[in-house]
């Protein structure tokens, strides 16, 4: 796993060596590279102030880059003013013009191209169908619902027909169970027209159920790249392992080292990591563990690797799954999750009670970061 | 269940049902009683008069009621007169065409004003807003004299003008008589016009730009407008509001104006205010002067009720 990406020099977005400095002390954007690729959906994750914002806004044109270049189907971008971009952005909470019905918003941009009437209101009417708004092109914006919002918002980017779209957070202003619905119909939408896309999201959900392949950033420095399974499993820093997802961070010395195997000592527990790592004897590690890959019994497990035992402390159900704060001897915590896979289940352990936490030895990721 | 003691006749008058009944109906007839008595009762007052045939020394009354017959004497000589004389005509078209003038060079002076002042940094903002409040400290009368310094003979803007050969410029337009000569001019008049009316402009358009959302201009830009498409057609109808406030604000006050045209204006910018000081006070004839005066109310009342749908629509618009 490499933090910085080797480069290629036939991709279709190319991001290289930028730089953004606002004068702030620190640098917004650090030295990015990045390469996407044609049809991809690459999102762009990290908590807010990460610069990724400002990084989408330098390909947009709305930022000019310090340092470093971008490059658009070979084209480079540097220069270009936003309107004479071939990229359109859906900005956070849309942008709609408040004055433009839902028809003229959509044909906005192309009126500025100049097309005429005829192919331009064909356009027009297939963006409203494809979002499923026909009935709607006579209405104001503000006389939408925010879901209906975020259409309006998507088929006037898609309308130009741009060779690269932008999404701002696309989802932030939906509420949680619409936000969900959208999630997958929106990268549908996306797929099916197969414009390439760069969004950027703090939400890791919305990156991992709507991207190809992401990027996880942070204080303006790319930590990992990588699909949604690749970041999720094998986090490369202390700091994507947290940010994507719950996980427990466990800090141990290399006590074994050998070819298929390396044993970690994290003093209350002693892990037994079933593949290789590049590292030496003696040196510190964290080993990060993912609540869902641990279970919860009441009989100590045969064996002296991979298990711990505690007290529940606290208990959480969410319905599908329950989640378990274990208090260790040392006075740790150790996050469980359980599926609720049975209904009703006796032997569950409460809170108060002792457990034994238990996991196989493919469960963890060893991290030198 | 006893009430508690400390029950003065303050509140107990609030729990009153017939006063929470009508408090709020109280509260809110005020200003209509204010403008019934400032305003709509002056008016009937200044119709009845327009009506009535001058006796010796008083009106004639309106109506009679002698012998079972009611007669009412309406006067519409007035009227006929006003029609029918080319002064008045020419009067109010001269009012008019002076308030739309006024009206189109404070918003062409006062809308990229308000603009670069809300898209100014926010620190500088307030100072800007200072500035253009400004005037208001100082009597608008004194204000309009000082006019008359700057433009009568040897008066400082006099010189730069012709220094510049801009009076030239100026006699093309026929806004002067003869080069050189400034004071009771259309020019005058226009410049005193527009200089006392500018921050009336200024300041709804400063407030509906100061709003106005930015991101939307990023979003015109993103789908291919230049700076210039994005402030006709994202800007400029976003500020309609502002742009129909500041007119009204304008345009209104300027139709019945007295002092500016009396100090600045020449002989042929005759305006509908000097008219009704005329007829009122020189020529002692007031049920002509009320006539005039119920036909000028009736002009500024036509935008006034386009004005008012408009605010009707937007607020619509908004919710």
């Known amino acids: ?369 | 269940m006893s009430r508690p003691p400390a029950s003065s006749l303050f509140n107990r008058m609030h729990a009153h049902p017939l006063f929470l009944a009508h408090s709020r109906k109280a509260v809110i007839s005020v200003p209509f009683v204010w403008l019934l008595i400032f305003m709509l009762l002056p008016f009937f007052i200044i119709l009845k008069i327009s009506f009535a045939q001058m006796g010796i020394a008083s009106f004639l009354p309106l109506s009679q009621f002698k012998e079972g017959i009611l007669t009412l004497n309406l006067d519409l000589t007035h009227y006929q007169f006003i029609v029918q004389d080319q002064l008045y005509f020419r009067t109010y078209l001269n009012s008019l065409w002076c308030a739309a003038l006024t009206t189109f060079w404070c918003l062409f002076i006062g809308y990229p004003f308000a603009y670069f002042m809300a898209r100014a940094k926010a620190t500088l903002q307030p100072a800007l807003l200072m500035l253009v409040m400004l005037p208001f400290w100082t009597s608008y009368l004194l204000r309009v004299y000082a006019w008359k310094g700057l433009l009568m003979n040897g008066g400082l803007l006099a010189r730069v003008l012709i220094y510049t050969h801009l009076d030239w410029i100026l006699l093309k337009l026929r806004l002067i008589v003869e080069p050189g000569m400034f004071m009771n001019t259309q020019f005058a008049l226009l410049i005193g016009m527009v200089y006392t009316y500018l921050p009336f402009m200024i300041l709804p358009l400063y407030a509906t730009l100061s709003k106005m959302d930015l991101r939307l201009l990023e979003a015109a830009a993103d789908l291919g407008a230049t700076p210039w498409v994005g402030f006709w057609k994202i800007t400029v109808p976003l500020s309609k509001a502002g742009i129909i406030a500041g007119s009204m604000l304008v345009f209104i006050p300027c139709i019945g104006e007295y002092v500016i045209p009396e100090l600045l204006g020449g002989p042929q910018s005759l305006m509908i205010g000097r008219v009704l000081w005329d007829e009122f006070f020189s020529n002692n004839d007031w049920p002509m002067a009320s006539s005039v005066a119920v036909v000028v109310i009736l002009l500024i009342l036509l935008p006034l009720a386009i004005f008012n749908k408009y605010q009707a629509e937007a607020s619509e618009v908004r919710r």
Not at chain 1, 11 to 21: C, H, T, W
């Open chain 1, 1 to 369: 796993m490499t933090p910085v990406p080797s480069t290629n020099d036939t991709a279709f977005v190319q991001i290289r060596d930028l730089v953004k400095d606002f004068g702030a002390g620190s640098l917004a954007v650090n030295n990015v590279s990045l390469d996407i690729a044609q049809g991809e959906i690459f999102a762009l994750l990290g908590p807010s102030g990460c610069g990724k914002t400002t990084l989408l806004r330098m390909v947009a044109g709305f930022e000019t880059p310090t340092k470093g270049k971008i490059l658009l189907d070979g084209v480079e971008l540097d220069g270009l003013p936003p309107y004479l971009r071939p990229i359109n952005m859906m900005f956070q909470s849309y942008a709609l013009f408040p004055h433009l019905t839902v028809w003229d918003n959509v044909a906005f941009g192309l009126r500025r191209e100049g097309m005429p009437h005829e192919p331009m209101a064909e356009r027009v009417e297939q963006m409203l169908k494809l979002v499923q708004l026909q009935r709607y092109g006579r209405r104001k914006p503000h006389q939408l619902s925010g879901g209906q919002q975020q259409r309006v918002a998507l088929a006037r980017s898609l309308a130009k027909r741009p060779k690269l779209m932008l999404l701002d957070e696309p989802l932030a202003a939906l509420d949680k169970k619409l936000r969900e619905e959208t999630q997958i119909e929106l990268a549908n939408i996306i797929r099916k027209v197969g414009v390439t896309c760069v969004m950027v999201t703090h939400d890791q959900e919305e990156a991992m159920t709507m991207a190809n392949r992401l990027a996880v950033m942070s204080e303006g420095n790319i930590l990992q790249v990588g699909t949604p399974t690749e970041v999720y499993e094998t986090p490369a820093t202390r700091f994507v392992a947290d940010f994507i997802g719950n996980v427990n961070l466990m800090d141990g010395t290399v006590v074994v080292d050998e070819r298929d195997f390396v044993e970690i000592d994290c003093g209350f527990c002693r892990h037994r990591v079933g593949h290789g790592i590049t590292g030496t004897l003696g040196m510190p590690v964290t080993v990060a563990l993912r609540p869902e890959k641990i279970h919860l019994v009441r009989e100590q497990p045969a064996g002296q690797f991979n298990q711990v035992r505690g007290t529940v402390h606290d208990r959480a159900y969410f319905g599908s799954f329950t989640l378990y704060v274990l208090e260790l001897p040392g006075g740790k915590r150790l996050k469980v999750s359980e599926a609720n896979n049975e209904r009703n289940r006796t032997d569950a352990p409460a809170e108060g009670q002792g457990a034994w936490a238990t996991w196989p030895d493919t469960a963890q990721v060893v991290l030198t970061t």
